[in-house]
């Protein structure tokens, strides 16, 4: 799956144009190509991300709201309603998702033992960066990574129903 993931990003990534346009549409008085460059980061290495979520999830002392937050990831990836359409939206359709995918992974990080994140290769770079990529986004999309961070916080405090209603839409 995710390598499936892994050559679909990749393949959307080759049209920059359509992604630099979908950026400046959606955020005109932010746009750079910092921006661009952070944005185009986070969502390239979202199934890394996933990979590594998926990993510390199986670890005996992850706490059991940070091993819950990885089902409501996957079930969010699946979920047919979505903040930013992937359908011709090229790859920019896959930034809600990635911010969500990058939400969880700084929660995770966070949770995370060290020790355990420094076997990890490129941890230490992706936990300096991927906060950074994430700033990016939140000024793109202001209103739909709020409502992302509040769906998780959400989460985290164990209150899955306010967590279905900000991401089915119906809140």
Same mark, same amino acid.
Do not use: C
């Given at each position: ?9 990749? /393949? ?6 359509? $992604? ?23 969502? !390239?290495?979202?199934? /890394? ?71 990890? /290769?490129?941890?230490?770079? !992706? ?13 793109? !999309? ?18 899955? /129903?306010? $967590? ?8």
């Amino acid at each position: 799956m995710l390598n499936a993931l892994k050559n679909q990003l990749a /393949e959307l990534a080759k049209d920059e144009e359509l $992604f630099k346009q979908k950026v400046k549409q959606h955020a005109p008085k932010v746009y750079s190509e910092k921006v661009v460059n952070h944005l185009h980061n986070l969502i !390239l290495t979202m199934p /890394e991300l996933i990979s590594l979520i998926s990993t510390w999830v199986h670890d005996t002392d992850m706490p059991n709201p940070v091993k819950k937050l990885n089902g409501y990831l996957l079930t969010y990836l699946y979920n047919p309603y979505d903040f930013i359409p992937d359908q011709n939206n090229g790859l920019f359709g896959y930034l809600d998702d990635a911010y969500f995918v990058g939400r969880i992974f700084i929660k995770t990080v966070n949770f995370t033992d060290y020790s355990k994140r420094h076997s990890f /290769e490129k941890l230490d770079s !992706l936990a300096k960066d991927v906060p950074a990529w994430m700033n990016s986004a939140k000024k793109v !999309l202001p209103k739909i990574s709020k409502k992302i961070d509040q769906a998780i916080d959400s989460l985290v405090d164990g209150d899955s /129903e306010k $967590f279905d209603k900000l991401i089915s839409g119906s809140d």
